[in-house]
């Protein structure tokens, strides 16, 4: 009799004592299955990973970090997104570059997932953006100005929105526009995106001269009456000198009066000359014009 007793004694205690105790878990891949713990609680531990179970048993929480939570007793967990919060890595990009899209979902037990980009289905909403790869990268486009781009998540039962900031680091990349001499925003502003009329070798308004050239005088390319002129005539009493009015003249550009005896020799500055303006007119008087044949041109710079 007293046999019997001391062994269902030892027995009514062995499952208390095993519960707490947990044996390490782990492999090469660090695949980690959770330890079970019975309703008196109890404590699993290896030196990459730690679990505090609660009283309960199968009601009980595991937490293995700020990333991962577990709960006792279930075979598999079920949660349901109440929250979605996108990020991005960095917010703003330069354009050309890419940003590594990602979220953070917060589960129906309080509790948050940290999602990778592969992990949800992306959408460009609106703007600049060339692609999104499976992996959630995202690859901004040229742009000819600062702009966003308004990028969609979608994860099981969520969705949320995400901007991103683009930056212009070269202003002659755009599209058809791009490397033409011409600043993107200005053809852009003229012609609309990739508008063939808008390019630099183009006349758009058939006044005779270039997209480039009416950039440069200042004038408008798309108005016929809008262009750089210039007169030569000779001063009355004098046949020696000549005098050159040209307009528009502008404050914020610089305008050299250069001459040439022979075409195929090139150019070179005009010296010796007066100048005078009237408002956006500019009067060159050059005192020695001799020569029989004798050439003028005006360089402008901005």
């Not at 878990?25 to 990459?48: I, L, P, V, W």
């Not at 929250?83 to 990009?93: D, E, K």
């Not at 990349?173 to 012609?191: K, S, T």
Request: net charge negative.
């Amino acid at each position: 009799m007293n046999k019997t007793s001391a062994l269902l004694i030892f027995l009514s205690l062995w499952p208390a004592g095993q519960g707490l105790t947990a044996a390490p878990q782990g492999s090469r891949n660090y695949a980690q299955q959770t330890e079970t713990f019975d309703a008196a609680g109890g404590k699993g531990a290896s030196s990459h990973y730690s679990q505090t179970a609660s009283i309960g048993g199968i009601g009980g929480a595991a937490s293995a970090g700020a990333k991962a939570v577990a709960r006792n007793g279930f075979a598999g967990q079920l949660f349901e997104a109440t929250n979605l919060v996108l990020n991005a890595s960095p917010a703003t990009v330069n354009e050309g570059g890419t940003s590594q899209l990602a979220a953070i979902a917060t589960l129906d037990d309080g509790t948050v997932s940290h999602l990778a980009g592969r992990d949800l289905f992306w959408r460009v909403s609106s703007g600049p953006v060339v692609s999104i790869d499976a992996q959630g990268l995202l690859t901004a486009a040229n742009v000819y100005q600062r702009s966003s781009a308004r990028i969609e998540g979608r994860y099981p039962g969520k969705n949320s929105f995400i901007d991103l900031g683009i930056l212009n680091v070269d202003d002659d990349d755009f599209g058809i526009y791009a490397h033409d001499g011409l600043p993107d925003l200005w053809q852009v502003q003229n012609f609309g995106e990739n508008n063939p009329r808008g390019v630099s070798s183009a006349d758009a308004d058939g006044d005779g001269q270039s997209n480039l050239a009416e950039f440069m005088a200042g004038t408008s390319p798309t108005n016929a009456e809008s262009h750089f002129s210039i007169e030569l005539a000779t001063l009355p009493g004098d046949s020696s000198q000549k005098y050159l009015l040209f307009s528009p003249r502008l404050n914020d550009r610089s305008y050299t009066v250069e001459y040439s005896l022979d075409l195929g020799a090139g150019f070179k500055p005009l010296t010796n000359a007066s100048q005078l303006d009237f408002d956006a007119t500019r009067v060159v008087l050059d005192p020695n014009a001799t020569e029989p044949n004798k050439f003028y041109r005006v360089k402008i710079s901005r």
